[in-house]
């Protein structure tokens, strides 16, 4: 994986970027159990990955490897809901390593996102092959549209 330092945005335990796949990447690491995500840190990430994608619809993934904790309802809403982030996101990979963050990514998609494509996985490759999927799926539907 390539990555251009220039294209990498960092906000305290968060860091965004972009590969040469066009995937997005989220790596969040908080090791604290107390952490309650916010929906002002949520408009943060927001700012940075808007102007990371740049118009173009991506899949994302989100390593949370590093992460424990949760978040608020309102952030919840924020990155699920969110106009620009709807437009931009084609489809979730996460990455997780342990039953609670599992637990935690499956209510989130229940309650506030259903409709976008996801998976969870435990390592980058599977990820990877995910998202490489999605996006081709998503190219082969806008080449198939009449206009």
Sequence with gaps: MIINLENVIEIEHAKFWIDDNDILYCQLSND???FKLSSER???Y????TK?????ARSFIIDVRGSRGTFSSAAANLFAKTPS????RISEAYIQNSIGIRILIGSYKRIYDPITPFGVFSDMESAKEFCINQNNKNFSNLCGMVY
């Design 32 to 34: 604290s159990a107390n």
């Design 46 to 49: 927001i700012k940075a990955i």
């Design 42 to 44: 949520v408009k943060l």
């Design 85 to 88: 982030l709807v437009a931009l």
């Design 52 to 56: 990371l994608c740049n118009g173009k």
